[in-house]
């Protein structure tokens, strides 16, 4: 059974960083691509960035330069490293798992199995 449970979410301020992980289990994490997602209440869910197995990584245009996905094997881990962020940038973060080794950040959402989300709050 995918788990897949994120954190380090939490407030900042505009111009500053947070760094989110994603601690995946119940699956062969190194087979598969994984990806980064986020909501807010008025939007449907955008493709931030994904990860493919062999350590390709693809991120939308409003995230690319500042942002940063990466993952650990040894440890099950996927990070988003987020610098300078905007206050558009506020959204509950999601991380999930493709159901192949190769995505796209903006591949279909139906074929991904989600964690349960963490909230980024950026202020002014």
């Known amino acids: 059974q995918v788990q897949l449970m994120e954190s380090g979410g939490g407030s900042v301020q505009a111009g500053g960083s947070l760094r989110l992980s994603c601690a995946a289990s119940?699956?062969?994490?190194?087979?598969?691509?994984m990806g980064w997602f986020r909501q807010t209440p008025e939007n449907e869910r955008e493709g931030v960035a994904a990860?493919?197995?062999?350590?390709?990584?693809t991120y939308a245009d409003s995230v690319k330069g500042r942002f940063t996905i990466s993952r650990d094997n040894a440890r099950n881990t996927l990070y988003l490293q987020m610098n300078n962020l905007k206050i558009d940038d506020t959204a509950t973060y999601y991380c999930?798992?493709?159901?192949?080794?190769?995505?796209?950040?903006?591949?279909?959402?139906?074929?991904?199995?989600w964690g349960q989300g963490t909230q980024v709050t950026v202020s002014s």
């Open positions: 999930a798992r493709h159901f192949s080794p190769y995505c796209h950040f903006d591949s279909p959402r139906r074929d991904f199995a």
């Open positions: 119940g699956y062969k994490y190194e087979m598969y691509c």
């Open positions: 990860i493919a197995a062999d350590g390709g990584t």
